[in-house]
């Protein structure tokens, strides 16, 4: 199982609390206004990488939780679940997943809500350029929101939402 690329940033800590390892997805068709990486939008773009080389590039840190970024992972939502299902399975990091989608429309599609029970924090909802907050922490605009989808290992990130009985 494939997933198509743009790139991966190791030790970042632009995308969740600590290190982390971020993996920018390609494609995205939510086209918010005034988004931050609109190369993220072709479906195109990037490369094609292997669940199984993604996975090997996660467990080389020991360190680092990961993140999921694009573009947006849920149009790539098998692979993408395919790839939380083994590092769950096969290390302790936690998972972050940024999507343009809400969560009530993640858990209305059972395709999409398949990520769901695999993911710690989902960071959700489009960018709305009027909503723009700097303040804010791992998020663009006031109206995007940070639910910790199991009992949270780090602190709480101001404003988070903590939701425990995540499908």
Request: glycine fraction near 8%; aromatic fraction near 8%.
């Amino acid at each position: 199982m494939n997933i198509r690329i743009l790139d991966i940033l190791e030790e970042t800590m632009a995308d969740g609390p600590g290190l982390r390892t971020s993996i920018y997805c390609a494609g995205c068709a939510h086209h918010c206004p005034g988004c931050h990486n609109p190369e993220s939008w072709d479906f195109k773009g990037g490369r094609e990488m292997s669940v199984e080389e993604l996975l090997d590039i996660v467990k080389e840190d020991e360190f680092s939780n990961v993140t999921f970024s694009g573009g947006d992972p849920l149009y790539q939502v098998e692979a993408f679940t395919e790839l939380a299902r083994r590092i769950k399975e096969e290390t302790g990091k936690t998972i972050w997943c940024y999507t343009g989608f809400t969560y009530e429309e993640i858990v209305a599609d059972k395709r999409l809500s398949a990520i769901l029970p695999y993911l710690d924090v989902l960071v959700e909802g489009p960018f709305i350029q009027a909503l723009r907050d700097t303040q804010l922490l791992f998020r663009g605009s006031s109206n995007q929101r940070i639910i910790y989808l199991k009992p949270q290992q780090e602190a709480p990130i101001p404003g988070a939402v903590q939701l425990l009985s995540a499908k």
